[in-house]
């Protein structure tokens, strides 16, 4: 069970929004440690999305962008394409385990 | 261009040793932190172990700490894990990862890029 909460699953049609939920606590996310998102397309290495809250490095799309408040973060990918299809995780630094945490992931299906 | 490319990965018996290692270029390898991630068959990434630029800090995940040793070699461009006490549980795909974030704390840590990855399966 990690400490960061995403939901297993999502799906989405071509073009549309979509937003992916990390719920944390006063040990990682909520005592304003930087949140970060990843994508990862199975058989392949994960790839930085946003760091910092976010900051999109260069190369990705401005479709995803992401946003905290409180302990919960929240990543959102307009315009949905096919490519997206993938997992989301996001990361944090947790005080209580002393290291680097990902929520659980989230899988989206683009329908 | 940066590359980073793991190896050592295998077939391990329970109770047994295994050194995995990763082999930087592109970058200066001795101005980041490096990592290690894994990720369980049908589970999600797990942050494994973090070691700073110079190699006087270390960090573990609670899970592997006292078995696993992470160490770099910057005149080789190298990092390390060595493995030791390996159970079914740390079987896994282990990446190596460039670490971003610059702060004083570690705490701002991310994982900027990622190797492809080796696989080790611990069975009997």
């Known amino acids: 069970q990690s400490l960061l909460t995403q939901p297993p699953s999502l799906s989405g049609a071509p073009g549309r929004r979509v937003t992916i939920s990390c719920t944390g606590s006063s040990s990682n996310i909520g005592a304003n440690y930087d949140v970060h998102w990843y994508q990862h397309v199975p058989g392949t290495a994960p790839k930085i999305l946003i760091y910092a809250h976010t900051n999109r490095p260069s190369g990705v799309p401005d479709r995803f962008s992401a946003s905290t408040s409180g302990s919960s973060a929240s990543l959102a990918i307009t315009g949905l394409q096919a490519e997206d299809e993938a997992d989301y995780y996001c990361q944090s630094y947790d005080s209580s385990l002393g290291g680097w945490v990902f929520g659980g992931g989230t899988k989206l299906t683009v329908l | 261009e940066v590359q980073l490319l793991e190896s050592g990965g295998g077939l391990i018996q329970p109770g047994g040793s295994l050194r995995l290692s990763c082999a930087a270029s592109?970058?200066?390898?001795?101005?980041?932190?490096m990592s290690w991630v894994r990720q369980a068959p049908g589970k999600g990434l797990q942050w494994v172990s973090t070691i700073i630029g110079s190699g006087y800090n270390t960090f573990y995940a609670g899970s592997v700490k006292g078995r696993f040793t992470v160490s770099r070699d910057n005149s080789r461009n190298t990092l390390s894990l060595q493995m030791n006490s390996l159970t079914v549980e740390d079987s896994a795909v282990y990446y190596c990862?460039?670490?971003?974030?610059?702060?004083?704390?570690?705490?701002?840590?991310?994982?900027?890029?990622w190797g492809q990855g080796t696989p080790v399966t611990v069975s009997s």
């Open positions: 990862a460039k670490n971003g974030g610059f702060c004083t704390s570690a705490t701002c840590y991310y994982f900027y890029q």
């Open positions: 592109g970058f200066a390898f001795n101005d980041y932190a």
